[in-house]
């Protein structure tokens, strides 16, 4: 729900800025949120798809701790749910990410109370992060836990998450910014606003950036430091709350 969250972050401010009579912010704002749902629906759809994938490999079993060391059985599954995941949880230069940063930096740049909004975005991706890459390293990561009832997988099912993939991977080009070299195509598309600047300026997006990169950076290590080598027994005064929260 993270994701979803920040689009409707995205919409929000789009309204505000309607409603202060700045018709150029709201139409950069809104052409933000509608490339997040581009990018989201692409690689949640991909990671749908690879989750059934991997519950078909499991014989039906649904419950990732009972998962673990599927990179080897099924290396084919994992590249493009990886693929999904890195999107997702907006690792750099993948469309996920720079979908993201549109509506986060907007928020920032709108100033007053919205920087509550950004602050509140970036919690969510560093939490995005965190669930996404426990997902990864429970199901892929390891040795298998429990001994499941193993089934064959469909090239049906396994070649149609590769053109995902590849449209998850290279979304960002859709709207690629003038800071990274691009021209907003979809911004061009929906309205004359390609090539605007950004309010924030160019060095405050940079910052911006790495503010996003290093909580990315940070949820992937605290994820890979919990559950890397997870032995199957959660410990801990928080157990209860990582067990039964799920990305999204």
């Not at 994938?53 to 701790?65: A, M, R, T, V």
């Not at 996920?96 to 509140?120: E, Q």
């Not at 892929?140 to 836990?145: E, H, K, L, T, V």
């Amino acid at each position: 729900v993270e994701n979803i969250g920040i689009i409707f972050i995205g919409l929000g401010l789009a309204m505000a800025f309607r409603a202060d009579g700045d018709a150029t912010a709201a139409a950069l704002a809104l052409t933000a949120a509608l490339f997040h749902v581009f990018n989201h629906a692409v690689f949640k759809s991909l990671l749908f798809m690879g989750a059934g994938c991997i519950i078909h490999l499991c014989g039906g079993e649904q419950n990732i701790f009972r998962m673990g060391g599927l990179v080897r059985k099924a290396p084919a599954v994992f590249w493009p749910f990886l693929v999904a995941a890195l999107c997702l949880a907006g690792a750099p230069l993948t469309g996920g990410f720079f979908s993201k940063d549109g509506i986060l930096t907007r928020a920032f740049a709108a100033g007053g109370y919205d920087r509550l909004l950004w602050g509140v975005g970036l919690l969510a991706a560093f939490l995005t992060a965190f669930y996404t890459f426990r997902l990864v390293f429970l199901v892929f990561a390891g040795s298998p836990r429990q001994h499941l009832h193993e089934e064959r997988l469909p090239k049906l099912m396994i070649w149609t998450l590769y053109p995902l993939a590849a449209l998850a991977l290279f979304g960002g080009l859709l709207n690629l910014p003038s800071l990274w070299g691009g021209g907003s195509a979809l911004s061009s598309y929906l309205g004359p606003y390609a090539g605007l600047p950004h309010e924030a300026g160019a060095t405050a997006e940079w910052v911006l950036t790495a503010a996003a990169v290093a909580l990315f950076i940070a949820g992937w290590l605290l994820a890979a430091r919990r559950y890397g080598r997870y032995p199957g027994t959660p410990a801990g005064t928080l157990r209860p709350f990582p067990l039964h929260r799920s990305g999204a």
